[in-house]
Structure formats: structure tokens, C-alpha cells
């Protein structure tokens, strides 16, 4: 038995979205955690991309989200070894954390003969999120478990989001790392110190994400795009670009991408770029040639629209 979940990417809103403006997740389907069960004499879960092994009672975040899956389903402990592993980079904003939570809880449910409410399985997950991250947004844990796009607000309910025709995207990471913690406190200065500058900008990306839900939803990728490419000039204004993303943005444009942006914290990390679908290997292999680290495609499939 297999268990699954996917991973997620920001497509529009970053950074604008800790002032309270809009942003826009999607699930990353092609890039799963997996959570493989087999019968054994103990309950443990095998980390196979650290070789670690996880028991229970433990202080592993892993060993955490079994104890509250095993309560939430109240389910007696399952004599089976969990072997997880993901196809998700980790710590590259693509939410390789809480994919494999997600796709462990539903391991553990599948042990135990159990279905997960969806609602209290995201709540599972966003419990061990915070034990890795702090204080997260939630964003995270929701697509994921969803993988559905996500429309989010800070401190609003999270909706799903109404996509009218399938998107097609290229994902490349530009190899440097560059902790979100420090970009978001970049922009944090740059607000306080400039904020007649900074303040505009803000409004600004909140007011293209709030276009760019109008364009899923009406299935207009070229509009989209537009939106996407305006994003990343005010991100570009907000000092969160950098010379190696920028040289990325450039060759996807160059080669016929209807959009492109970076994703996530910035100065660092992935960009996407909105293609069609015939493009998309001729894009990916020129990000590649560009100095791209990885890069691969996704699609956004077509949805109908959900209040969670
Ligand atoms: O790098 P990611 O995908 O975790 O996204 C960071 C998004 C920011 O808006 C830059 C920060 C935040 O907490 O929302």
C-alpha cells in the first residue's frame, strides 16, 4: 500500500502577502512525497532520504504527526514500518515538509483502515508545520492536502480557487540558497524606511493577484502572464530579485514563456514561468542550458471552484 502527496509552489503574491494582501499556492502534482507501508513486528517510519528511523515517542516532528494522526483517527497502533521518500527538493520553497507529513498521515490511515476528514487532516499537519516553522501562514499544509490552488489571506479563511482551463508552467531553481527569513526582513526595512515608496508596491501586487484569480478562473493564460510579469517588476522594486533570476525570467520570456516570475522569498530559489503547453520541454531545456540547477514542467489542471 502507497500513500502520496504533492508538492506546491507560489504563483502569485509573495512577500505583499505578510502586509495582508491576497497570494495564490498551487499544487505541484508531478512532485510527490511518497509513504510506502509494509507489515512489521513494530510501528516505525523509515526516512529514506536521511536514513533515519522514526519510532514513536520520539522527538522527531514525524513521530509527533503520527501520535496526532493515530488520536485524530482514533486508531490503535499499526504493527507496519512507513518508508518515506520524495521526488521535492528540500528547503527550496517547494513544501517538501509538509508533503511528507501529508503523504505519512495518509499512510497511516490506509494501516489502520481509516479515511481522513480532510479538514482535520490539514489541521494535523499545519500542528507539525509549526513545529518546524514557527509561526506558518497555513498556506503550506492547505494546498498540499487540498491540491487544490489556494487563495490566501493572513487571517481570513483559506478558499480553493476556480481554474477554467488547464495551465501549463516550467519550475527552475537557480541553485542558490537564500532563506526566506531574510528577504521577507529585507522588505521589512525597506518598508520602514521608505514606506511611501514600499506601500505602493504592496497594493499594487495585491491588486494583480486579485487579477490573476480572474484570469484562472476565466482560463486567459496570456492575461495571466501579464499579471505574472507585472508581479515580478514590483518584486524586482522590492530588492527580492537577483542577477541569476532575472537571467532565468529573461530566457524564459525569450523563448516564448507568456510570463515569469520568481516564487517564493526570492534572491534565490525557483522561478516559474507561465507557457504553452507546446513550449514547455523547449523552455525548460533552455533554462537548463541558461545555468537553471533543476527544472521541470507542471501542470495546473482544471478545477471547479471549492469553499473549505
Ligand atoms: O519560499 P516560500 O514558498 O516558503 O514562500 C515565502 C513566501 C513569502 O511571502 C516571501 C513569505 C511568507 O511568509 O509569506
Redesign the pocket.
Known sequence: MQASASA???LM??????YGTP?I?MPITELRAWAEVNPAEQFQIEALDTGQTIRLGGNEPLARLAELSLQALKADVPQVRISLRADIPIA????SGAALSTALARAIALACGRDWDVEVLNNVVYQVEKLYHGT??G??NTVIVYEKPIWFVRQRPIETLDVGTDFHFVVADTGIPAP?YE??GA?RRLLETKPEYVRPIIDNIGYLTEQARSCLARGEAEELGHRMNANQECLRQLT?SSDELENLIRVARNHGALGAKL????RG?NMLALVFEQDAEKIRLALLSAGARRAFVTRLARTGERKL
Request: glycine letters at 24%.
Open positions: 506546491k509552489i507560489i503574491g509573495e512577500h505583499a502577502v505578510v497570494s499556492a527550496s520553497g517547494l513544501g506558518p501562514s498556506v503550506d526566506t528577504s521577507v522588505v527580492v516564487s517564493g522569498g526570492g530559489g
